[in-house]
């Protein structure tokens, strides 16, 4: 099939009313490009065209006119096999990616088999001065490098765990805890090890405390020598607004500039759609 041929079938798959809802959870992309073809169906007419000899036409008539032209692209080029051919049509794709649905659908199953030699690539997208490539990398670092093959290399995570515990159930928790808040303490805290000089990012995760950041983050803070490097905040919260937290961490670690940002709402109890895409925005900023 040719690329007008591909068009005429995804306009014969159309969902109308599937259009006007993606529009809305996709903003940088126009409502008119979207044509409102469902997953599933674009899933099955990837693997028809995935032994079409005429793929090729189609994937190189970049950048495509249609959101779902892009979504089935990604659908096809993740099912190839062959590793190198795969990444060499998955760095011809990322440039024209632009938007987040389609850049968490591409997924080549060929890249888990191999993951060492993924990395290399990884690292190289995530230095791209493009969002939904960087966004790209840092999915297949969360996606391939997570789990058994996690290793500090790629980023430390660090909890900071006072030597004075707080209560954990009852008003207790919130009197102690949001009073220790409030009066800014800085408790001391149990040993930790962490390399600082090897990253150039820290990204602060915070619940938020009578309206601010939690006292184990401020000495954490008040201890190290941040100087030179790049802030990215998350916060959660059981609904209240995490902006002056957000502003305490801005005060105390003297950033004046604009700095990526995540909160959400009970992310554990409340697990939504929403927060998975406001996760990916997040990480695409870093």
């Not at 032994?51 to 089935?72: A, G, T």
């Not at 760095?91 to 591409?106: G, H, K, M, S, V």
């Not at 808040?181 to 150039?200: H, S």
Request: charged share 30%; with cysteine.
């Amino acid at each position: 099939m040719n690329r007008d041929e591909i068009v005429a079938e995804l306009f014969r798959l159309r969902d109308k009313k599937y259009a006007a809802f993606q529009a809305k959870l996709i903003p940088t992309v126009e409502a008119e490009r979207i044509i409102g073809v469902r997953t599933p169906e674009l899933r099955s007419f990837a693997k028809r065209l995935f032994k079409d000899e005429d793929i090729v036409s189609f994937l190189e008539c970049l950048p495509h006119q249609y959101f779902d032209e892009n979504q089935l692209h990604a659908f096809v080029i993740s099912l190839e096999k062959d590793f190198y051919k795969c990444t060499a049509e998955v760095e011809a794709f990322l440039p024209f990616i632009d938007n987040w649905a389609t850049c968490d659908q591409l997924s080549p199953k060929v890249f888990k088999k191999e993951p060492e030699k993924l990395l290399p690539y990884i690292i190289t997208w995530i230095g791209s001065d493009k969002v939904y490539t960087v966004r790209f990398a840092i999915g297949m670092l969360m996606e391939h490098f997570l789990g058994e093959r996690f290793h500090s290399k790629y980023a430390d995570l660090l909890r900071l765990t006072p030597k004075k515990a707080y209560p954990e159930k009852g008003i207790r928790k919130y009197f102690f805890g949001g009073g220790s808040a409030v009066i800014k303490e800085a408790p001391e805290l149990e040993p930790y090890k962490v390399n600082l000089e090897q990253y150039r990012q820290i990204v602060f995760v915070t619940p938020v405390w009578a309206g601010t950041v939690t006292p184990p983050l401020r000495t954490f803070i008040q201890a190290e020598n941040l100087e030179g490097k790049h802030f990215a905040f998350a916060a959660c919260s059981l609904g209240g607004s995490p902006e002056k937290t957000f502003e305490a961490l801005r005060s105390l670690l003297g950033v004046t500039g604009d700095v990526p940002t995540l909160w959400l709402v009970e992310p554990k109890r409340k697990q939504k759609p929403e927060n998975e895409k406001a996760i990916g925005e997040f990480c695409g900023k870093l």
